[in-house]
């Protein structure tokens, strides 16, 4: 079975083909991160006009590095939603551009879902597991009890983690993307400051980041005012102290409560070490297996969304070729409600 998979959510055009679900033939990311860094974040039309340029270039490309074409492929996954809908609209008018031209058969799927499904690049999947999703536009946390069923157990009431390195970034005249540069200096600063934890000890898997990221602007103003200097590497050791230190408390609970046998940890803040370090200690000696993509595989690319087709594929789930990009897709039960069997 092999899945070409398309994903144009944000700011990342990427296409891969996946072979049973489980391996990369091909994974090609076309990043646009030099045209959005001297506006220090995503801009919509930028990213639109990348993604129409790049597109069949990148499909060359995936296609050749997998040493197949469009007559191999038994499917095309597109990325439907959520994200910026004039880039989720290019996906997805290529996928059905190519779906009709070559008669295949087209699955929509939601992009958080491939960011959970990285994992099974990795790993099969053994249920139930938990997943940490912590990403630029998402911070939940997600219980399945089979394939394709989402349980969001708690998500964030404002900012989302990855929003909130990236502001806090911003605050600190780091570059865009701001979260890798918080998680390289974190490593050489120390938690000078205690900011708070929200919602640690209250009985929800909830999260908020906004009251953190107003505490960091406020340390670093009051500081201005009084001329004095904070170095900037302990102001991001002491920010990210509060952020890992919420998500993965929360995490250890659920992972308790639900007695889970795995913890996947997807999205782009997967990719930061503090929190990779923090979990692996947390979860050393409990009977729970913890995964984390490599980096490459907690930002955005095709090959999670292909990962998470095989299995809408296998269970007969199809799209028509009226299917539209949805910035606002909801995830839960994603794969078992909303999409349409053949
Ligand atoms: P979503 O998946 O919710 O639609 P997105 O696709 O924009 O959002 P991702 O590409 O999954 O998000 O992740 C990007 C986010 O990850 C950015 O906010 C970025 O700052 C953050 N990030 C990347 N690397 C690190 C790191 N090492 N430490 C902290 N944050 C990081
Ligand atoms: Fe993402
Ligand atoms: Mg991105």
Redo the contacts with the bound molecule.
Sequence with gaps: QLILAIET????TAMAVIKNGREILSNVVASQIESHKRFGG?VPEIASRHHIEQITVVLEETLKQANITMEDVDAIAVTEG??LVGALLIGVSAAKALAFAHQKPLIGIH??AG?IYANRLIKEFEFPLLSL??????TELILMNEHGQFDVIGETRDD????A??KV?KTLKLP?????????LAQDGEEVFQFTRALINEDTYDFSFSGLKTAVMNTLHNAEQREEEISPEDMAASF?AS?VDVLVTKTYRAVKEFGVKQLMV??????????RRALDKKFAEEDVEVLIPP?HL???NAAMIGAAASIAYEEGHRAELDLNANPSLRLEKYMKRSVRKS
């Design positions: 959510s944000c700011d990342e995503v959520p994200g992009h958080i960011h999703v912590v990403s630029g536009g998402h989302a983690a990855g929003e390195y990236d970034a865009y993307p701001g979260g890798p540069q918080i998680d390289r990210q952020v997807a999205g782009g803040v997967a990719a930061n070490q503090g929190l980096l907690c930002t955005d």
